[in-house]
């Protein structure tokens, strides 16, 4: 004759194979539900990290540690504290305020179109020719004719750059500007680079609001643009983040504050 478990136990039995599926362990008597290592082996995966077996069988131990650590705090009534109490409520604006931001993100992506006609505006401003000068910036002009003076008797552009130019940056490289597109520079300073040849240095300072500034123009080519798929990830970036800087302060700017 087979043995019967009793009808009550049976029950029992059930209850208990339910509540161990839907959580994770029971600590101290009280049921921790899978929905926590769910919440936070998301948020693994949106910093990047895969959620392999090792790494959930982690996530598991830690949201057990925590339901540990947060029942000895409970018991301690460190819960009812003002400065708990503080917290929470920034954690929660912080949550709120990063699935307002999530949401607005996910109905406004930036398209394929939005970055082509980015990086078409950015060629079309940066084509042409790119330069490479070296400038002198002294506050005076008399200062500048004196220099231009000295550079036709054979002192050297680059040495007097280092010790009087007031452009610190390319002032210690001898006044190195790099290679740039004209429209890096003030219209004054430009219009004066693009008339000299290569090699050549301007007779005469070209004042800007700066001061005033004795140009050498040192070689001049084809400007030098990125492919579009190189730099595609970086305007997806910059876009994106331009539209949510425009989404906040469109916000700021209809709220009625008091």
Same mark, same amino acid.
């Given at each position: 004759m087979k043995n019967h478990l009793p009808f009550a136990l049976m029950i029992t039995l059930g209850a208990l194979t339910s509540s161990f599926a839907q959580n994770v362990?029971?600590?101290?008597?009280?049921?921790?539900?899978?929905?926590?290592?769910?919440?936070?082996?998301?948020?693994?995966?949106?910093?990047?990290?895969?959620?392999?077996?090792?790494?959930?069988?982690?996530?598991k131990?830690?949201?057990?540690?925590?339901?540990?650590?947060?029942?000895?705090?409970?018991?301690?009534g460190l819960d009812a504290t003002d400065d708990y109490r503080s917290q929470l409520e920034l954690a929660r604006q912080t949550i709120l305020i990063r699935e307002l931001f999530a949401e607005f993100q996910?109905?406004?992506?930036?398209?394929?179109?939005?970055i082509r006609a980015e990086f /078409?505006?950015?060629?079309?401003? !940066?084509?042409? %020719? &790119?330069?490479?000068a070296r400038h002198i910036l002294v506050e005076k002009e008399d200062q500048a004719k004196a220099i231009i003076a000295g550079i036709k008797?054979?002192?050297?552009?680059?040495?007097?750059?280092?010790?009087?130019?007031?452009?610190?940056?390319?002032?210690?490289?001898?006044?190195?500007? /790099?290679?740039?597109?004209?429209? !890096?520079?003030? %219209? &004054?300073?430009?219009e004066a680079m693009m008339g000299l040849k290569k090699?050549?240095?301007?007779?005469?300072?070209?004042?800007?609001?700066?001061g005033y500034h004795i140009i050498r123009l040192d070689d001049l080519r084809e400007a030098q643009l990125p492919k579009?798929?190189?730099?595609?990830?970086q305007i997806a970036q910059q876009l994106t983040q331009?539209?949510?800087?425009?989404?906040?302060?469109?916000?700021?700017?209809?709220?009625?504050v008091e």
């Open positions: 362990a029971i600590v101290n008597g009280k049921a921790v539900p899978k929905s926590r290592v769910e919440a936070l082996a998301q948020q693994v995966a949106r910093s990047g990290r895969p959620v392999t077996p090792e790494v959930e069988s982690q996530i131990d830690e949201v057990i540690a925590r339901e540990v650590f947060m029942q000895e705090a409970q018991k301690k996910k109905n406004n992506p930036v398209t394929e179109a939005d /078409d505006k950015f060629v079309s401003a !940066n084509s042409g %020719k &790119e330069y490479r008797k054979g002192q050297k552009f680059e040495e007097i750059a280092k010790k009087q130019s007031k452009d610190p940056g390319s002032g210690a490289n001898g006044g190195d500007l /790099d290679w740039a597109s004209p429209g !890096n520079f003030v %219209k &004054e300073f430009s090699g050549q240095m301007t007779d005469v300072a070209v004042k800007t609001q700066f579009f798929d190189d730099v595609k990830p331009t539209k949510m800087n425009n989404y906040q302060q469109d916000l700021r700017s209809k709220a009625k």
